[in-house]
């Protein structure tokens, strides 16, 4: 079975720090995709990237960043330059490559970040 | 376009009463997924639909639970009667195709009084 381990619930920084969200999987499946998700106050989930497990190229997107170590089994996410609206709880989430049943996601239980101004 | 949407918003309801709880997915989408998310948790999954058919309900908790796709397009979730436990954020998520990104609507908060 899969699992996902978001090991810091909450983090709190101050406006324009860099922050990073961790990230841990385990399957024993070659194929898979990992995902980020923000989650608003709103409640909405929010996708922010997939990757899959083919492709270990560090991807950035703004002030967004994201580091896929397959040797330490990690997808962190860090966020520079941070200000109040990335304030949310991220979700790092996995899902298998091989088909049917296998594309059903398995979540960590999120991180909380909370941005001060 | 239209993303994702979820009716109701919020439902309050009695232990033992039925409930129906609908999904509208982006045009086109041929997959479906149901999660359930409790307070201060990922959501989990409960069943997956690939056009009209569920693929997997494994998720599901028990029998009470059950969804249904009859055109492959909206889907509904139906709880029978209904537990305290049940009191959850209910998602509702669509992707294009199997292994694609899932786009989620903005659920329906269910509570069982």
């Known amino acids: 079975a899969q699992k996902v381990t978001q090991a810091q619930t909450e983090i709190s920084v101050v406006e324009k720090e860099d922050v990073t969200l961790d990230c841990v999987y385990e399957t024993r499946d070659t194929t898979y995709y990992l995902f980020w998700y923000k989650q608003p106050p709103s409640g909405e989930l929010v996708f922010l990237i997939r990757r899959n497990s083919f492709d270990e190229q560090n991807e950035i997107s703004g002030r967004y960043s994201w580091n896929f170590q397959k040797s330490t089994s990690s997808f962190n996410f860090t966020i520079t330059a941070s200000q109040v609206v990335d304030s949310a709880v991220y979700f790092c989430?996995?899902?298998?490559?091989?088909?049917?049943?296998?594309?059903?996601?398995?979540f960590g239980k999120g991180t909380l970040l909370t941005v001060n101004p | 376009g239209a993303g994702v949407s979820q009716t109701p918003s919020n439902k309050v309801t009695e232990k033992g009463k039925y409930v129906e709880l609908r999904c509208d997915p982006i045009?086109?989408?041929?997959?479906l997924y149901w999660y359930r998310q409790s307070l201060g948790q990922g959501p989990e999954f409960l069943i997956y639909f690939q056009g009209t058919g569920a693929a997997d309900d494994s998720g599901l908790p028990n029998d009470r639970f059950f969804a249904v796709r009859p055109e492959g397009s909206v889907s509904t979730l139906k709880i029978q009667r209904t537990e305290r436990g049940d009191s959850a954020v209910y998602l509702c998520a669509s992707s294009s195709d199997w292994g694609g990104t899932q786009y989620f609507g903005p659920g329906t908060r269910l509570t069982v009084l």
């Open positions: 045009s086109g989408h041929t997959a």
């Open positions: 989430a996995l899902t298998l490559g091989s088909g049917g049943s296998n594309y059903k996601l398995t």
